[in-house]
């Protein structure tokens, strides 16, 4: 099968049908075509030291030598970019993109474009590092390139943001993955990684949540008063408290206006606590049922929850008439009693509890202590005011730095991968 590859290609002359040279290839435009791989449109020439476009059907012949066109007459208006076009040297070449799969940013090397029933398309990119020779890049021989759909480009084409959007494979990794890579990404980069997930409100939120505080504030710099109230609403309570808590003085006010009153109550009362305090730490939503409630009504609200955490639903608390505790019960002591017995009847009469103004290492000492998932923070008077879940107290106590650690070697699968690429028949415009 024929192939081209995009550093030969570059700097290879344009030759008229008759043979004489009148430019040299200085970029090669490709359009996107959603999950399917992108197709060759035309290319750029350098014609007298202006930049030209040179669309497939003025091209009789293209290898890595040489072009020939099929006609004479170029059009010698300067070249202008239209959305949905990639430029593979702009845009490609040199650039990071997302390597989906590892979860990672790569630099692409060389570009690989091979001959189809379509015509020219890409079809892989080579991600290794040519050495380097007294300062000088040499290329290596040979061509190792991996699959066009296992990566996510970042363009910094504002106008090309809604065709790229269509097919962005970033939205199916985690939130922590994401996370990582906005912290490695420059400003461009990690503005268009977040282009990825802003179409989902409750995705960016989770992301947010994940970032480290210093790559947090960065992001919410650039981002105005409504967007970032827009963001914080969506977020957990206790996460949305710590951004707000993070942001320059200035801005915490307005943003905190805009927010609903519900959410903004909220995070007043998390902001009231020392941030190395129980109260500090703790999640406002938590799972409560009466105390006389049934087996089968605390399972009930359990499904219904769908708002709190899941983290938060590993424990159900049983409360009198004035929300005082009374006792808990873990979700397998439910699903090992009877539909019908009661609450008090099957719950910890005296579970562990905290105050809100208990120094996280001693929350930390007693969940460890009595292998708890959760620990209810109560006030005075024994009443719920939160819950500090597992997550929570790793995240108040391990290093600041944890997440630039190398993490440990992801197993292989067992199983094939799912195909990256997802269908879509739009076309984006081309020329």
Not at 188 to 215: K, N, R, Y
Not at 264 to 281: D, E, H, M, Q
Not at 339 to 355: E, G, K, N, T
């Amino acid at each position: 099968m024929q192939t081209l590859h995009l550093s030969s290609l570059l700097g290879s002359h344009v030759l008229s049908p008759s043979g004489e040279a009148v430019g040299k290839v200085d970029d090669v435009i490709v359009r996107l075509r959603g999950g399917d791989y992108p197709l060759l449109t035309g290319l750029v020439a350098k014609v007298g030291g202006r930049r030209v476009f040179v669309p497939n059907d003025r091209i009789s012949d293209i290898n890595e030598a040489r072009i020939v066109l099929a006609d004479p007459k170029l059009d010698l208006r300067g070249f202008e970019r239209r959305d949905g076009e990639v430029l593979l040297r702009s845009d490609i070449l040199g650039h990071r993109l997302i390597d989906v799969a590892d979860a990672e940013l790569v630099r692409a090397w060389d570009v690989e474009l091979q001959a189809t029933a379509d015509g020219w398309t890409v079809s892989c990119l080579d991600t290794r590092r040519p050495p380097r020779f007294f300062g000088l890049i040499r290329a290596q021989p040979g061509h190792v390139c991996k699959d066009w759909k296992a990566f996510e480009p970042l363009i910094g084409h504002s106008a090309s943001v809604v065709a790229r959007s269509l097919f962005r494979r970033v939205r199916r990794l985690k939130p922590a993955q994401i996370a990582d890579l906005l912290e490695d990404a420059s400003r461009q980069e990690g503005a268009d990684i977040l282009d990825a997930v802003h179409a989902d409100p409750e995705l960016e939120a989770d992301v947010f949540e994940e970032l480290d505080p210093d790559t947090a504030n960065r992001l919410l710099s650039d981002k105005s008063d409504q967007d970032v109230a827009n963001l914080v609403s969506h977020m957990r309570a206790d996460d949305a408290a710590d951004a707000i808590a993070d942001l320059p003085q200035h801005r915490r006010q307005p943003i905190l206006d805009l927010l609903p009153a519900g959410i903004r109550t909220k995070i007043l009362v998390l902001l009231g606590f020392n941030p190395s305090s129980a109260g500090g730490i703790m999640g406002v939503e938590f799972l409560v049922a009466p105390s006389d409630a049934t087996v089968e009504e605390a399972l009930r609200r359990i499904r219904l929850a769908g708002q709190v955490q899941p983290e938060a639903l590993i424990t159900v608390h049983a409360v009198d008439g004035a929300n005082r505790l009374i006792g808990t019960v873990t979700v397998i002591g439910l699903l090992q009693a009877d539909a019908d017995a009661h609450l008090a009847d099957i719950s910890d009469q005296d579970p562990v509890r905290v105050r809100a103004d208990t120094d996280v290492v001693d929350v930390t000492l007693l969940m460890a202590d009595y292998n708890l998932m959760t620990v209810p923070v109560v006030d005075d008077d024994d009443r719920m005011l939160g819950v500090i879940t597992v997550d929570d107290i790793l995240e108040a106590t391990i290093p600041d730095d944890w997440r630039r650690r190398e993490p440990p070697a992801r197993p292989e699968p067992t199983t094939p991968a799912p195909e990256l690429g997802e269908p879509n028949d739009h076309l984006s415009p081309g020329r």
